[in-house]
């Protein structure tokens, strides 16, 4: 395992594809709040999340835009693994699938 990372969760009760690393600065950082996460149940999103009702929801769509820049990053990609991300999410905000 990275040294800069933990994992999330029991590895004993967990199968290891299912869990998420920490980075190391999130978990050295007093000021750092978990936002969010996020579950696949057979192609079904569950989700939890941390929302302040006093801070504007603006900002809900800055923090999708820079996990959009994030996850492009993790697929090893440029501005064309973004675009299509954004293909994807502008598709499920016009149709819904759940």
């Known amino acids: 395992m990275l040294d800069n990372v933990r994992q999330m969760g029991n ?3 967990m ?3 299912k869990v998420v690393l920490v980075p190391k600065v999130v978990e050295d950082d007093p000021r750092a709040k978990e936002m969010a996460r996020m579950w696949d149940i057979d192609g079904t999103m569950v989700v939890s999340l941390n929302v302040d ?4 929801p603006a900002m809900w769509g800055i923090r999708v835009a820079d996990f959009i820049r994030h996850l492009a990053r993790a697929y090893e990609g440029d501005a064309t693994v973004a675009n299509r ?3 994807g999410l502008n598709a499920e905000l016009s149709h819904p699938t759940n």
């Open 15 to 17: 199968d290891e594809s």
């Open 85 to 87: 991300i954004i293909q």
């Open 11 to 13: 590895s004993d009760s």
């Open 53 to 56: 009702a006093k801070e504007d």
